[in-house]
């Protein structure tokens, strides 16, 4: 019994075991899926790479995007970093940006920037900016930025970069913002401070409708002069005829009176004359002084446009120059790194065909090396004896060499007298004696400076075959043509 209740408390305690370990897996796991799931900041895009599942074209997505809201990150499969919104200001000091005009013109602007939330532009954002700190975006914004304001304002002239601001803002917006979005920045700001060129050309723009607005004033202020002069005098001319109509009717029927009164009206119609001539003089002056102010400001206006017009005229032909002249530089340095190529070329080939003759020629005198090393083996190490054996093997290549040497030899006709001796015909004796006249093979290798062998065997002494023919003089003989 006791037995029983010691197994039963020993299963019990191993049950218990088992589900305090299941539940502290259970909490674990709770734990670290809870870990897992992440939200993100509003000033924040959340990148999630790994195996994020395929785009809508089927093809496998490099990384899923999140602004705002929350993802569970799929441990072991999935990784997370974020993108930080914060705006970016550049500052883009424009030197010596030609304008379609060829003239150079500074712009100093500044443009704010930032990661984009479009989910197309925010995608490209992912691929290209995730791990690039802060600076290199703002490094790599502003050379995109550099390009496309040159790019614009190549195609615009002065005049309108300088009056319609609007218009060169719009520009700027639109081919900059595309080329933003391709590494997944949008265009928050544009703010172009000040426009300034070497040349001076927009300081005489100004200086001209400055001049015209002068002009434009002071014409209108001697127009409202002269208005005021001339009303003034008719206000005037209304007074004296009045009271001169009631002057005269006071003094009517008194014949004094009226001379009197005839003659104040002639005084009065003499300074009436003269008022009107000094107020028309005025007029006048005034108008010519006008008339000499605008004439100075054209005169200065079309002084600053030839300086301007010489100016684009000088710098046609100084960039046209400096074409020509990277061209020249360009085209050289193709034809010299031709010419270098091909003198590498040529220098590689041969040095390849005189390593390949070498490598022949060793194998030909490594052969030739291990063939005369068996002769002088078979000969018992003698080399004296192999050498003769080579020559011995070259004999025929020699005679032949010594027929062919003879054997163009034309012999058109041979004449032999016989003298019949012992009433044998001696023509077969001169015969053997032309044929004796071949060099053996033992006088051959003498000649040579060596000696037979005596395994080829020995010369011997054969006097007969070498006696010379004898003819009797005073037999009759008999010619024989050959």
Known sequence: MQQLLSLSGGMVGGIVAIVIVVVLLVLLLIIMLATRYKKCPSDKVMVIYGKVGKAADGTARSAKCIHGGAAFIVPFIQAYSFLDLTPISIQVDLKNALSRQNIRIDVPSRFT????????????????????????????????????????????????????????LEAVSINVE????????????????????????????????????????????????????????????????????????????????????????????????????????????????????AYKAEQQAETERAKRERATLEADVLVNAEIQKQKAEIEAEAEAER?????????????????????????????????????????????????????????????????DAIKNLRIDKVTVWDSMKDGKPTTANFLSGMLGSVPPLNELFKMNGMELPDYLGKVTDNSSASEPVKTDKKSKSKPSDK
């Open 339 to 403: 010419i270098r190529r091909r003198a590498q070329g040529e220098a590689d080939a041969e040095y390849a065909k005189r390593v390949a003759e070498a490598k022949g020629q060793l194998e030909i005198l490594s052969k030739q090396a291990e063939g005369f090393g068996k002769i002088i083996a078979a000969t018992g190490g003698k080399s004296d004896d192999a050498v003769k054996m080579l020559i011995a093997d070259k004999i025929q290549d020699l005679v032949s060499m010594q027929v």
């Open 178 to 293: 595309g080329e933003l979005k391709k590494i997944g920045l949008r265009l928050i700001n544009v703010n172009v401070t000040d426009i300034n060129d070497e040349s001076g050309y927009i300081d005489a723009l100004g200086k001209e409708a400055a001049a015209k607005v002068i002009n434009d004033a002071k014409k209108s202020v001697a127009e409202k002069d002269r208005d005021g002069s001339i009303g003034e005098a008719n206000a005037k001319m209304d007074e004296r005829i009045q009271v001169a109509s009631a002057n005269s009717k006071a003094i009517e029927g008194e014949n004094k009176s009226k001379v009197l009164i005839s003659q104040s009206n002639a005084r009065l119609r003499e300074a009436e004359a003269e008022s009107n001539r000094i107020a028309q003089s005025a007029e006048f002056i005034a108008q010519a002084k006008a008339n000499e102010d």
């Open 113 to 168: 920037v930032g990661i984009s939330t479009e989910p197309g532009v925010m995608q490209n954002a992912a691929e290209r900016l995730r791990s690039l700190p802060l600076n290199e975006i703002q490094r790599l914004a502003e050379d995109i930025i550099f390009g496309q304001l040159r790019l614009i304002i190549a195609t615009m002239d002065i005049e309108e970069i300088n009056t319609d601001r609007d218009k060169f």
